[in-house]
């Protein structure tokens, strides 16, 4: 599947369940899925994950800027045969693009799922840490192979 359709659905979901958040609930509500363990609860997120860097719009953009425009750069020089490797970049690049998207529009995330024992987050994060997991596993999976390759 090229990057750009999974791109494209990724960025799709993310930002129609953001407006449904957005235009169903009011700021700081929370409606419980399972009573004190899973809740949607609607925050807006001035800064990255857990809170940190608070306020940092320009820094967000930029950074997230470079990371798509890396992302689009490098995606092209991925074999067709490491499709964990490219589902994994698509999955970065969508959701990179989902929260970019409201830091440009507002400043900050909407935030949704709340599992009470972790910051809540939403789709788009769902799909950055995925994505870099996959990225992680296949390097570390290929760096394991050429070192066993090598011992032979």
């Not at 440009?104 to 809540?120: A, M, N, S, Y």
């Amino acid at each position: 599947m090229p990057i750009y359709f999974l791109a494209i659905g990724i960025i799709l979901l993310d930002q129609i369940s953001k407006f449904l958040i957005e235009n169903s609930m009011e700021l700081g509500d929370s409606l419980p899925v399972i009573e004190g363990i899973f809740h949607i609860t609607y925050i807006l997120n001035p800064g990255a994950a857990f809170g940190i860097l608070e306020n940092q719009r320009l820094f967000f953009i930029l950074i997230a800027t470079i990371m798509i425009l890396m992302t689009g750069y490098i995606y092209p020089l991925i074999p067709q045969k490491s499709k964990m490797l490219r589902l994994g970049v698509g999955m970065l690049f969508g959701g990179a693009v989902g929260n970019l998207i409201d830091r440009i529009r507002t400043g900050l995330v909407v935030d949704f799922f709340d599992f009470k024992i972790w910051p809540i987050f939403n789709i788009a994060d769902i799909f950055i840490v995925v994505g870099v997991g996959m990225i992680i596993i296949t390097m570390f999976y290929a760096d394991c192979k050429m070192k066993g390759e090598k011992n032979e």
